[in-house]
């Protein structure tokens, strides 16, 4: 009998998690490491919108209210990123003090701080000369700017993607990803919806993914699972593409090939092929600790790497330090902080009249991130 948690596709979102981190880390001292990790957001939203309906699909089209659903998503989201804005109120401050010339100005970080906490940009288009050149769409913690943009997917999923019939769904996705094809070869430069001059190529990117595995889901939820040894085989591909580093002249079709052909069947492989019994804790440990680790890392990350500088720490050392120590603490942040939180927030809102629901994602066990 398999688990109603989809294991598998929960370590690949936890080891998507990790090249993530990594990649920061290379960036900011001029190394590819993980150079392709980018592409895991790609994936994150496509996993979102599979999950996101496998969870909530049918109990949309019964009885459960729309305001009940972004209440679930917001409990869901929310105290990791509020603690993740409270890491990057912390790094402002050391700015400050060190007197970093990309250091936000009072009236910047005001308004960051305003708008992230309603999970809102701030450094967009008509606002950028409030800014220092070269800072994402969310400068008090980078990663924020995809929860953004996964919240516009949520808010349409709720009031209108999950009503759509399988071949407007279809539509839906061809149109994004046209749209978000040519944003990738013509336009963006790997930056869709994370900088400024990109803003609003993150909607087709987010509208395409989300779309996407909103349509694997209804194509493969009769379809037999079977617990085997090969389901390590798509996490494992999933690592390499997002370690790869592939040339300039190479960059686009990499892209494309990624988005549109590898990460659906990556996605489809995970779905179907469920991690044998021995290794699901593994894998379940990995997709417990992906959501911290990615919204919390960033403004943590800058502070270490500044130590590890003045220390003249070696890279390799820095990063293993970091990946240990980051893993640990997201897992004490979700046990001791977010599980805690989002189970008071649930029962407020019940308390108020909520669905009793609110809160849980469902039989996947997913973040949705």
């Given at each position: 009998m398999l688990p109603r948690r989809y294991f598998a596709l929960d370590g690949m979102r936890g080891f998507a998690a990790i090249l993530v981190t990594i990649n920061h880390i290379g960036m900011n001292h001029d190394m590819r490491l993980g150079a392709s990790a980018y592409l895991a957001v790609d994936f994150f939203f496509m996993l979102s919108g599979f999950v996101i309906a496998l969870a909530y699909e049918s109990r949309l089209q019964a009885s459960f209210r729309f305001i009940d659903f972004l209440a679930a998503r917001i409990i869901r989201l929310y105290p990791l990123l509020l603690l993740g804005m409270l890491f990057g109120v912390v790094k402002?401050?050391?700015?400050?003090?060190?007197?970093?010339?990309?250091?936000?100005?009072?009236?910047a970080f005001l308004g960051s701080l305003t708008t992230g906490i309603f999970i809102l940009p701030s450094n967009i288009p008509?606002?950028?000369?409030f800014y220092p050149h070269g800072l994402t769409i969310m400068p008090l913690n980078t990663?924020?700017?995809?929860l953004f943009f996964e919240m516009a997917a949520n808010i349409a999923f709720g009031a209108l993607l999950y009503r759509l019939s399988t071949a407007k769904l279809g539509l839906v996705v061809l149109c994004t990803g046209l749209l978000h094809a040519y944003g990738v070869v013509h336009v963006t430069d790997k930056a869709a919806g994370v900088l400024p001059?990109?803003?609003?190529?993150?909607?087709?990117?987010?509208?395409?993914?989300?779309?996407?595995?909103?349509?694997?889901?209804r194509f493969l939820r009769?379809?037999?699972?079977?617990?085997t040894q090969l389901a390590h085989l798509p996490a494992a591909v999933l690592v390499l593409i997002l370690a790869a580093a592939p040339s300039s002249i190479a960059m686009r079709w990499f892209e494309i090939g990624t988005i549109f052909v590898a990460l659906p069947l990556i996605l489809t492989a995970g779905a179907l092929w469920e991690i044998p019994e021995q290794h699901r804790n593994a894998y379940g440990l990995m997709g417990d600790i992906s959501y911290p680790l990615y919204i919390m890392h960033f403004p943590l990350l800058m502070a270490f790497l500044a130590i590890g500088d003045r220390l003249d720490a070696p890279l390799l050392l820095m990063t293993l330090a970091f990946l240990v120590g980051m893993s640990l603490f997201s897992y004490a942040a979700l046990r001791l902080f977010d599980e805690p939180a989002r189970a008071w927030l649930s029962r407020h809102w019940r308390n108020r009249g909520g669905n009793a629901a609110v809160g849980i994602d469902g039989p996947s066990n997913?973040?949705?991130?």
């Open positions: 402002f401050a050391a700015q400050v003090v060190t007197h970093d010339p990309q250091t936000l100005s009072p009236a008509g606002f950028t000369e990663p924020q700017w995809s001059f990109a803003f609003v190529w993150g909607f087709p990117r987010v509208f395409f993914g989300f779309s996407a595995g909103m349509l694997l889901y009769d379809a037999p699972r079977r617990a997913f973040t949705g991130r």
